[in-house]
């Protein structure tokens, strides 16, 4: 993989953070002035990000090299061996091709991938086939078929020589969200009649956790996906106001997330006067109304792979008073949440560590807590998990490894104001010591204001 080695800047200081939100800058964009809630100055850029002007298309990677799919599949076969499978077969999910992607870096709809021998990936079309065979140079078998496509899943198993055992299926159930899974029952029915001395088992999990410790491309198209989704956010700010059109302002960050990396971006989702969430992802005909609190999730993509942001804003005047104050607690629980995050600790206690902190927050300033997600996972669509306080399912055993990736996204409730929360988010990578945070803007109690 081709990219630029780029070392996030240090993130300041809690002590900084704070003095931040008393001391703070305004800048004219686009004819209207965004502001924190202090003092003007004007010769402040708009939420300013270092090395910016990198962020092209040209400068994305082109692909993930063949050392990098090898790293892959070496750690499947492991995997495969400590889980006494001898093959998985995994689906397209409707929710998204993660698994596929990792494991071939294609849109295939089935892949047979045993723990010896070539695997095999299946597409609907001969044209979706010849290009995977015309793009790739993974040693695998290349099959189409736009029916019975269960037929070339039976065909692989049989080539590779697995006609007993355990075979591991993606979908099967237990997928994150979804505990019934999405696996095709009459794909499933009729394999099992082909291969009755097999045992098929979920491998959901299997494929879930095998991602989640990242290798350095990864890592590193990660990093330029989480810079990409700040150019996202400062168009959002920037275009900003009271009496903004939300489809308009929609329309230019999704420009400039497209601009950063050169793809479409995995989510951008955001509203005033309501969690940022519930926009779907849409752009909607609603205008940003004074007094409103703008709340957004913002994923730019680099090779697939997404990685979140969130900063919620106030619009308009006057600013609820005790709006500054909260943010700066959401900003000093998100750096208590990147101390917390060490190797060996589960997200169970991550988990319950967050909820203890927005309780001592509740207990004193009131509010009506929206936990939500606290742990996004960094990837691409349809990577798992996305946890938090109140979901148990999602929580599991799982501990903090190195080389992980993800968002810590906090929110704290806003005294006085229903919905939304006051919310700050960026990605984060676990190292050997503890948690790095991959973003490069500065947390600012943003005011936007009229044009």
């Not at 397209?92 to 010896?116: C, M, T, Y």
């Not at 609907?124 to 290349?142: F, G, N, Q, W």
């Not at 302002?249 to 955001?270: C, D, M, T």
Request: net charge neutral; aromatic share 8%; hydrophobic share 40%.
């Amino acid at each position: 993989m081709t990219s630029r080695q780029d070392r996030p800047t240090r993130f300041a200081s809690r002590r900084e953070v704070l003095r931040a939100g008393a001391i703070v800058a305004t800048a004219s964009v686009l004819g209207r002035a965004a502001r924190t809630e202090a003092a003007p100055s004007s010769s402040t850029p708009l939420m300013p990000l270092p090395g910016a002007e990198e962020l092209v298309p040209e400068a994305m990677p082109s692909g993930f090299s063949a050392a990098e799919l090898e790293r892959r599949w070496a750690k499947c076969r492991a995997w495969l061996r400590r889980a006494d499978f001898d093959a998985l077969i995994v689906p397209a999910r409707p929710q998204g091709n993660a698994d596929i992607k990792w494991l071939i870096e294609s849109g295939a709809h089935w892949v047979v991938f045993p723990q010896d021998g070539r695997p095999t990936a299946i597409f609907r079309t001969s044209a979706d086939a010849a290009e995977m065979r015309r793009s790739t140079s993974l040693d695998i078998d290349i099959v189409s078929s736009r029916l019975r496509r269960s037929q070339l899943v039976i065909d692989a198993l049989k080539k590779a020589g697995v006609t007993s055992g355990r075979v591991g299926v993606g979908d099967l159930e237990g997928t994150n969200r979804n505990d019934e899974g999405g696996v095709s029952h009459t794909a499933m029915v009729r394999i099992e009649s082909a291969l009755p001395n097999l045992s098929f088992v979920s491998a959901a999990d299997f494929l879930m956790r095998i991602k989640l410790a990242r290798g350095p491309e990864e890592i590193e198209v990660l990093k330029l996906a989480t810079r990409a989704s700040e150019l996202g956010l400062k168009a959002l700010v920037e275009a900003s106001h009271v009496g903004a059109q939300h489809w308009e302002v929609w329309f230019q960050a999704h420009k400039a997330l497209i601009g950063g990396s050169g793809e479409a971006p995995g989510r951008l989702s955001f509203r005033t006067g309501a969690e940022g969430n519930t926009a779907e992802g849409q752009p909607l005909r609603e205008v940003f109304q004074a007094g409103q609190f703008l709340s957004e999730e913002i994923s730019a993509s680099v090779l697939g792979y997404n990685s979140q942001v969130n900063q919620t804003m106030c619009v308009g005047r006057p600013v609820p008073k005790l709006w500054a104050a909260t943010f700066a607690a959401t900003v000093e629980l998100f750096e208590e949440l990147i101390d917390w995050a060490k190797p060996g600790r589960s997200f169970t206690d991550f988990s319950a560590f967050y909820k203890q902190r927005v309780d001592a927050w509740t207990d004193v300033h009131g509010g009506d807590p929206y936990f939500g997600v606290v742990f996004h996972t960094g990837g691409a669509l349809g990577d798992g998990p996305r946890m938090g306080w109140g979901r148990p399912d999602e929580n599991r055993d799982l501990v903090i490894t190195p080389g992980m990736v993800f968002t810590i996204k906090p929110r704290l409730p806003i005294p006085g104001i229903a919905t939304p929360s006051s919310q700050v988010g960026d990605a984060v990578l676990i190292t050997e010591t503890g948690a790095e945070r991959l973003g490069r803007r500065t947390f600012e109690p943003l005011v936007l204001d009229s044009a």
